[in-house]
């Protein structure tokens, strides 16, 4: 059997594409500059007729600025003072002939040349669809193409590492190295099937088998790392619960560092929920205070207790706060028993007023989790909260380097624990002596979903899934 053929998929000729398309690739209101990008064929005509350069040139140089005017060609007048950047293939983003208009960044300015240029023949961008475009051309694989939009959405250091080292194309190398030895074990194994009257070299089975094993052992690793990883991909979302009055307001504040919520000595000042992205030891934790949970005094409370207790109950982690300086009452036990089971860390708070509520009661109430005295009001015990925060929620040190290898997408994970699956069973195959077909077809298995993992035989629908999430432009 020929190994390089239909049973492997291998990367195909690059896609070429006849549209040229275009967008606004600068977010929308007033900066400094805007850009709008042309990806395609035509990108050059279609620049060639809008920009009348400020110096006589008759052409222009790839990868240059060139300084000039966008003239609108059909009234004769100038719209605006731009540079212009030609990129010609394959050198760009894209693979494909690109052209940069950096104008100034009004909206009306880059709306009007985005409007010359598509009246031109350029179509406008879908979402991701410049980086779909890298992806189809061959420049980027499919986890390099997810980066982009993770690297564009970091909020933490530690997400921006992750994201960092897989449009670098860590993951990427791996599956290429990983995809060059199962194709090798599997030429073995076929050369075998082939010619069953030749001699067995045991050798070389037992060497196959201790690598398919250490490739297994590697791929768990990849894959326990997926945990914390998505932590700090995602971030987790965590509802701040508590009676009223307890602090929970001042304890977003203080950690948001500015007067974000309302904070009044009247119990029930909080009616809606107020969400906000704070940085907790890396961790890109979405903080949500909410209305304090007690039987509600009217109608607009009412309603702000229904949606506090959905937050909490939605949340990924809860962040439970008492009152040090009064005793335990019902409303606190009935918060207790609504978020049983939740992940979460107990904040007691006003520890500089006296304490009502002895610490072995809350010890008592808590065998599981961490207790943390605190008090909002002076900035007290706020960073041991957030150390509490972070160990329980990851008990590793995450650092995505060339070395060590982050999995912090589920898509990924799935396709990893797939071929993790497909290898157990052909070391396991190798390890009984059960038939070579088995063992051939454990590891293309496994070969096609790296193939899936990497892009090249993901279907139209996982491609509009995966760029449906990026903004347009990029
Ligand atoms: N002494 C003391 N007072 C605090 C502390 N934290 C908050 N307070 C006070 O407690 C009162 C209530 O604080 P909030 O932050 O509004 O409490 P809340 O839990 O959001 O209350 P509701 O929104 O009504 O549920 C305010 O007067 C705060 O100044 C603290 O650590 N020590
Ligand atoms: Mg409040």
Redesign the pocket.
């Known amino acids: 059997m020929n190994i390089s053929s239909s049973s492997i998929s291998s990367k195909g000729p690059p896609i070429s594409q006849e549209e040229t398309i275009a967008a606004i690739s600068t977010p929308f209101g007033e900066s400094g500059i805007g850009i709008v990008r042309i990806s395609g064929p035509s990108a050059e005509s279609i620049a060639r007729k809008l920009f009348r350069p400020k110096k006589d040139q008759p052409y222009f140089i790839s990868h240059h600025f060139h300084f000039g005017e966008i003239i609108d060609n059909q009234s004769g007048n100038p719209v605006d003072e731009v540079l212009i950047v030609l990129m010609k293939s394959p050198r760009t983003y894209t693979r494909e002939d690109i052209v940069e208009i950096h104008c100034h960044g009004g909206y009306f300015i880059l709306q009007k040349v985005l409007e010359l240029v598509l009246r031109e023949g350029a179509r406008l961008a879908q979402p991701g669809e410049f980086t779909k475009r890298a992806f189809l051309g061959g420049r980027i694989d499919l986890t390099q193409a997810e980066a982009v939009i993770d690297l564009i959405r970091a909020k933490t250091q530690t997400s921006l590492e992750i994201a960092t080292q897989q449009l670098r194309g860590v993951l990427c190398g791996e599956m290429g190295e990983l995809r060059a030895r199962l194709i090798e074990s599997l030429a073995l194994i076929e050369a075998h099937i082939d010619f069953p009257e030749e001699e067995i070299e045991p050798i070389a089975f037992g060497q196959m088998k201790r690598d398919l094993g250490l490739i297994v052992h590697r791929i768990e690793e990849w894959i326990s790392s997926y945990e914390e990883g998505r932590i700090f991909r995602e971030g987790i979302s965590c509802a701040i619960a ?10 977003l ?1 203080v950690l948001l560092k500015e007067e974000r ?10 009616r809606d929920v107020i969400e906000e992205i704070v940085n907790i030891h890396g961790i890109p934790v979405r903080l949500m ?1 909410t ?2 949970l007690r039987k509600p005094a009217d109608s607009i409370e009412q309603e702000g207790v229904r949606r506090a207790k959905e937050r909490v109950a939605d949340a990924d982690f809860v962040l439970l ?1 008492l ?1 040090g ?1 009064r005793a335990l009452d019902g409303d606190d036990r009935e918060i207790i028993e609504e978020i049983k089971g939740k992940k979460k860390v107990v904040a007691v ?5 006296p304490s009502e509520i002895p610490s072995e009661e809350v010890k008592r109430l808590f065998p599981e989790d961490v207790i943390v005295p ?5 900035n ?1 015990g706020i960073e041991d909260l957030k150390k509490a925060i972070r160990t329980s929620l990851v008990q590793r040190e995450v650092r995505a380097t060339p070395e060590h290898l982050v999995v912090a997408n589920i898509r990924h994970k799935r396709a990893l624990t797939q071929i993790r699956d497909n290898l157990s069973n052909a070391v396991k195959g190798l390890e009984d002596k059960t038939s070579l077909e088995f063992i051939a077809f454990e590891i293309r298995s496994a070969l096609e979903a790296l193939g899936d993992l990497v892009g090249e035989t993901a279907t139209e629908e996982v491609l509009n899934r995966i760029f449906e999430k990026f903004c347009i432009g990029k």
């Open positions: 508590g009676k009223t009055n307890v602090g929970k307001s001042s304890l504040n919520a309302i904070v009044t000595p009247i119990p029930g000042t909080t205070d209305a304090g706060m009152d300086s708070n006003k520890k500089d007023l605190i008090s909002a009001l002076r007290d």
